[in-house]
């Protein structure tokens, strides 16, 4: 995951990144820590399945709680 990461930032394909590569990229995954944030409303460190669930339905997606238990368990 982590040279996945450095790929997608490492805009000059010099295999390694530099200060501006590593800004984009520490916003990147700050913006994706704010929306887990958003959405473990207990702040247990974890998306439980009844935070799932509210995010998909606050993001306007129509799912079912089983549809949630199929991706949870998975």
């Known amino acids: 995951v982590f040279h996945l990461l450095l790929g997608m930032f490492d805009s000059d394909q ?4 530099n200060f501006q590569e590593f800004a984009n990229l520490w ?3 700050n913006q994706w820590k704010g ?8 702040r ?3 998306i439980e ?3 799932l669930f ?5 993001m306007g997606y ?5 549809f ?3 991706i949870i368990y998975k």
């Open 14 to 17: 010099s295999g390694t990144i």
């Open 27 to 29: 916003s990147y995954i």
């Open 35 to 42: 929306v887990f944030d958003r959405y473990d409303t207990d």
């Open 54 to 58: 509210s995010a998909f339905t606050q």
């Open 62 to 66: 129509n799912v079912s709680p089983q």
């Open 68 to 70: 949630v238990d199929l």
């Open 49 to 51: 399945k009844n935070e």
């Open 44 to 46: 247990s460190g974890q």
